[in-house]
């Protein structure tokens, strides 16, 4: 159905690159590795879901990394120097950023500009409000935090599944049966399929544009709380260019970047594509850490030239005709 | 009915609506009234008014001025889903579905039966495809909707409007991609409605359609009201010169047949030219200064002979020969090169390009022709377009709009103009006529006349058969994904041509008249 053969390519290449890596270090084959890796993209996998949902629906959102950095900025002071309990705090800044999300989404249907604009001003606001609060890195010591860090669900074979690794899944099989059983998802699809035309049909475009960038904003900020979990700190530097990284783990996963198509699964491939590259590089040890953006980089080229050549196919009327009974 | 007592208030009243866009007046104080159970014809040229009346009607559009009233209560909808909620239902002359999305999803897009906030799928497809069947369709309602026709997609568009249960049914040129045997199904299921006390709007520039359904005639020209008429008591001549507010020049002279000239010059052949799962192989001829028809069912197979001919699709076996000379076409490119033009059935996916003016529309494919290094100068530009503006009267006559401000009609004059503007030896027209008014329509098929005397070779597909039966040379008729019967001179008459699309007599009944 929609967007599975980009999906089921994504698949193998993740299979076959796993497979490559395992045998040049067959210790990577391990549920240890696996469950790293899923800690260690635990954000990256919970923005990425919301990006999901905005991209198919023909926008983009590029201040979700900002959003993430004021996130753990905010909930730091909050916890340490405000004396706010922490649960208190996650919930004041899940109510901020879905209501910063949702004046974006209002702003690009109200004024009709477009989403690259207004979230692009929304990355700066963001960046620039958490330097507001504060330049350094605020270290976290609340006793939440260290519950959170050491629990953990012992998989076969020793490796150990994280609370935030479990909150990324969640929340990734919550988009999947949001975009997939759900009138808003259909909407979404909708809206990426085109906007005058959706409203034509009776969807309420001005609600679904604010209620989808209310999503991504929202997650933005959970997955700037898990963020702050992963660092036990807040700065205000953090999650520089993850709104790049998320936008690539769409792509890669088979949605398509002008909207309409795609999967949160897909989405999930993808950012287990750039875990995997990022975990190569730390098992080879010689090489670079910036060999991770550049191999990203050629499978971001590779999946967009395949989705030009998928479209191309696609708008040539087929053959297949269904006919017409009588 | 002429009593004035009559109490109850019409289903839809509108009462002086005016609109502009910009400078230009779409509309001034025009009037109109639907009853409950009625099918009510909206007429006009192309470029009348009439979309835009729906729009406005529908909240499409903020209007500048004017009431309109349901039921007697004055309605103000600022967006078609207010207006649907109001119980206006709208079919827009765009075929306006995603293409994206699957049948299913299509036809219940924002109203899909749910259980705990999830959508039944299984549900929603069992009811899609019956709903589907009523309208003679039997397709896969899980594949996405852009796989399939526009006739397809214009039929899922009524249905989706028809399912709606609205009080007002608005009908935008629903026919215009449909041939007679969807069109009957349609009109089978808007009676029914209409019995149900439905009240019906129908826009559609086929006036034999509007007498065969209509009970009331509107007539709108340049954005002004001519007048209401009940349809039985309007002769077709009267109904005419209220739309284009003259007579229509008399446009049905004999035409010279083949054999009263001398034999002409093949321009391109097809031997045994075909694809498999495409169009079965079949040879063609066609020659200069002759007009060759194709006629068929939708989906028998025209649309893919033509795009073969012109290169948009590739042969998997054959011989192209343009001029005597084995060519290969592999691309529209190669088409293009050979002197080959084809105006598309599909505009709005295939042709138009919405935000270009008429005269970058018009130039687009000579400029292409030419190649990127032989620029077109801005005067040359300005003539050519003016030229064409002129010679098809594409409306407002004015080079510089957007073309996708248009009104559907002069769309497709623009996009006519473009191809020949390339003056191509061989032009493919894919329903040329479709959605185009009277006036129009009787210049395009003397233009098309006068193009195939000055050598032009002409190949067109049209669905309606007096029309290829008085321009055509030749008629090769398809069923079924191949080229079965070709009539040549006298042989050329509507009832022939049916007796071969038909061949087991079926549709010969449809015919009747
Ligand atoms: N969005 C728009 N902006 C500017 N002008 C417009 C717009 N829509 C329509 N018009 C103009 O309003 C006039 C009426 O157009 P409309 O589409 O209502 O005609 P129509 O009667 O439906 O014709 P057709 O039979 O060709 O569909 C035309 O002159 C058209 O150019
Ligand atoms: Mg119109």
Do not use: C
């Given at each position: 159905m929609k967007g599975l053969p980009p999906v089921l390519i994504t698949a193998i290449v993740l299979v076959v690159g796993f497979a490559l890596c395992a045998v040049q270090f067959p210790n990577i084959a391990s549920t240890r590795v696996v469950g790293n890796l899923l800690t260690d993209n635990a954000f990256l996998g919970i923005v990425a879901t919301g990006m999901t949902f905005v991209i198919i629906s023909g926008g983009i959102d590029l201040s979700v990394g900002s959003v993430i950095g004021f996130t753990t900025v905010f909930v730091a002071l909050a916890i340490e120097r405000w004396g706010v309990p922490p649960l208190v705090a996650f919930v004041a800044i899940l109510v901020l950023s879905a209501a910063f999300g949702a004046a974006m989404g209002a702003v690009i249907h109200v004024f009709d500009l477009p989403p690259f604009i207004v979230t692009l001003?929304?990355?700066?606001?963001?960046?620039?409000?958490?330097?507001?609060?504060?330049?350094?890195?605020?270290?976290?010591?609340?006793?939440v935090y260290s519950t959170v860090s050491d629990f953990a669900l012992r998989m076969p074979g020793g490796g150990r599944l994280s609370a935030i690794a479990i909150i990324m899944l969640v929340i990734l099989i919550g988009g999947i049966l949001l975009l997939r059983l759900t009138r808003f998802g259909a909407n979404v699809y909708a809206l990426g399929g085109g906007r005058a035309t959706a409203s034509l049909m009776g969807v309420a475009v001005g609600?679904?544009?604010?209620?989808?960038?209310?999503?991504s904003s929202l997650l933005a900020g959970t997955a700037g709380i898990v963020f702050s979990f992963y660092t036990s700190a807040g700065y205000s530097l953090s999650a520089v260019g993850v709104e790049l990284d998320s936008i690539a783990a769409v792509v890669i996963g088979g949605t398509l970047l002008t909207g309409g198509q795609g999967s949160v699964i897909?989405?999930?491939?993808?950012?287990?594509?750039?875990?995997?590259?990022?975990?190569?590089?730390?098992?080879?040890?010689?090489?670079s850490s910036w060999w991770t953006k550049i191999a990203t980089g050629i499978l971001l080229f590779a999946f967009i030239a395949l989705q030009q050549g998928l479209v191309a196919l696609a708008r040539r009327p087929t053959a297949a005709r269904a006919g017409v009974a009588s | 009915m002429e009593n004035s007592l009559d109490p109850a208030p019409p289903l839809l009243e509108v009462r002086g609506i005016s609109k502009s866009f910009g400078a230009v007046r779409a509309l001034q104080e025009v009037d109109f009234t639907l009853r409950a159970g009625e099918i009510h014809a909206l007429l006009g040229e192309n470029g009348a008014g009439k979309s835009t009346l729906i729009k406005v009607v529908t909240g499409v559009f903020p209007r500048d001025a004017g009431v309109v009233r349901l039921g007697g209560d004055e309605v103000a909808p600022r967006s078609s889903k207010a207006a649907l909620e109001a119980g206006i239902a709208t079919v827009y002359q765009e075929v306006n579905l995603l293409p994206n999305l699957s049948v299913a999803q299509n036809l219940f897009l924002d109203r899909q039966p749910m259980r705990f906030g999830i959508v039944r799928e299984g549900e929603m497809r069992r009811r899609a495809k019956a709903l589907l069947t009523e309208f003679g369709l039997d397709i896969d309602v899980a594949a996405p909707l852009g796989n399939y026709s526009v006739a397809i997609q214009h039929v899922t568009a009524i249905a989706r409007a028809v399912d709606l249960s609205a009080r007002v049914l608005i009908l935008d040129e629903p026919t215009a991609s449909l041939d007679r045997h969807e069109v009957e199904i349609l009109f089978g299921i808007m009676r029914q409605l209409a019995k149900r006390g439905i009240g019906i709007v129908f826009v559609s520039?086929?006036?034999?359609?509007?007498?065969?359904i209509s009970d009331r005639i509107t007539v709108l020209r340049n954005g002004r009201l001519v007048g209401e008429r009940e349809t039985a008591s309007l002769p077709r001549l009267e109904l005419i010169r209220m739309m284009l507010g003259r007579e229509l020049a008399e446009t049905t002279g004999a035409r010279a047949t083949a054999s009263d000239r001398p034999p002409r010059e093949v321009c391109a052949s097809f031997e045994n030219y075909g694809k498999a799962g495409y169009v079965a192989p079949f040879n063609l001829e066609l020659r200069h200064g002759e007009v060759v028809g194709l006629a068929g069912l939708l989906g028998s197979?025209?649309?893919?002979?033509?795009?073969l001919v012109f290169g948009a699709e590739r042969s998997d076996g054959g011989q192209a020969r343009v001029e005597g000379a084995p060519v290969r076409l592999q691309s529209p490119r190669d088409g293009v090169r050979h002197g080959f033009g084809y105006c598309p059935e599909e505009r709005k996916t295939d042709g138009i390009v919405a935000e270009l003016t008429v005269r970058e529309n018009i130039v687009l494919a000579l400029q292409a022709k030419r190649g990127l290094h032989r620029p077109l100068s801005r005067r040359e530009q300005d003539e050519i377009a003016k030229r064409y503006v002129k010679m098809l009267d594409i409306r407002p006559p004015d080079p510089e709009r957007p073309v996708g401000l248009l009104s559907g009609g002069n769309q497709q004059k623009a996009l006519l103009a473009r191809w020949l503007a390339t003056s191509p030896r061989l032009l493919v027209l894919d329903e040329p006529t479709r959605g185009i008014d009277v006036g129009a329509h009787a210049e395009i098929i003397r233009l098309i006349r006068e193009l195939c005397d000055d050598g032009l070779a002409l190949l067109v597909i049209s669905s309606e058969l007096d029309e290829i039966v008085t321009y055509s040379d030749r008629v090769v008729v398809l069923r079924d994904r191949a080229h079965v019967e070709e009539l040549a001179g006298e042989t050329i008459d509507v009832t022939n041509i049916l007796a071969a699309i038909a061949a087991d007599g079926a549709a010969m009944q449809e015919a009747r008249a």
């Open positions: 001003a929304g990355m700066f606001l963001a960046r620039g409000a958490s330097f507001l609060l504060s330049t350094e890195s605020v270290p976290i010591t609340a006793p609600k679904m544009t604010i209620k989808i960038y209310m999503l897909g989405t999930f491939l993808g950012v287990l594509i750039q875990g995997m590259i990022q975990t190569y590089i730390n098992f080879d040890g010689t090489l | 520039h086929f006036l034999d359609q509007v007498y065969e197979g025209r649309t893919e002979t033509a795009r």
